[in-house]
């Protein structure tokens, strides 16, 4: 249960907190705000540039934690999840399809590491502390939230729902009561076993389907049923 809750609470966060170990201050941590995204084995993964203090400090020093939260009024009562983490720097063999997918959350980056001194990392989890509120703490093991479907399947099944199916994107966000802006421009950035990500203008959400998929047969089916229920509720454009 208690890993279920913290899987869920990253797929639906897109930034946090990072502190690392201070080069110019020996001893102190140092904390700075990053998006990220998952990769393919369910890592975290960011893109810093070269010249960014966190960037130094990790290159001195790989032992990291990031800090991402859900949003509410009452912080300390909102769920919230610290990765304690070995950060590495992503070679150059791997870059492609992480970069790909990095992207697709985040395009106003897009080539930021082939144009800038900028750089993909990923962080290598080796614990979690997890709280979902009042007394519900926990550590867990990294239990990674490993994608089944290849960059180049998950790729494959996004392309086709943007060209040919990005008028049923608002049925899905009504029907999960995600709301929408007067003008919204909707498309999808990715798919994984529990659910898709939308991008609504400059907005990311994630709709979560009502069961694990594996194939993308499955994904298939569970989109059908999930737009013929929309339908069937009374749920419109």
């Not at 082939?114 to 502390?129: A, G, M, N, Q, T």
């Not at 979902?132 to 998950?154: C, D, K, M, S, V």
Request: one cysteine or more.
């Amino acid at each position: 249960m208690v890993n279920h809750e913290l899987q869920q609470l990253l797929r639906h966060s897109y930034q946090g907190a990072l502190s690392t170990h201070s080069v110019q201050l020996q001893g102190y941590p140092f904390g700075s705000v990053v998006p990220f995204c998952l990769d393919c084995q369910g890592r975290v993964v960011i893109l810093i540039s070269d010249l960014a203090q966190h960037t130094k400090n990790l290159k001195q020093d790989n032992k990291c934690s990031l800090l991402v939260f859900a949003g509410g009024d009452d912080i300390q009562a909102s769920a919230r999840l610290t990765i304690v983490a070995n950060a590495k720097a992503i070679v150059d063999e791997d870059v492609a399809d992480v970069a790909s997918r990095y992207y697709r959350y985040f395009p106003q980056s897009q080539d930021f590491h082939k144009i800038h001194d900028f750089s993909f990392w990923v962080l290598e989890p080796v614990k979690y502390r997890y709280i979902g509120g009042f007394g519900r703490i926990h550590w867990a093991e990294p239990e990674l939230l490993a994608n089944p479907f290849t960059a180049e399947q998950e790729w494959d099944m996004v392309q086709h729902m943007n060209q040919d199916h990005a008028d049923t994107f608002a049925l899905y966000c009504q029907q999960a009561q995600i709301a929408l802006p007067t003008e919204a421009t909707l498309s999808m950035v990715a798919i994984d076993s529990t659910g898709f990500h939308l991008r609504i203008n400059d907005k990311i959400v994630y709709i979560e389907f009502p069961h694990t998929v594996n194939t993308p047969m499955q994904v298939r089916q569970t989109l059908v049923a999930m737009l013929k229920l929309a339908r069937a509720t009374g749920v419109t454009t």
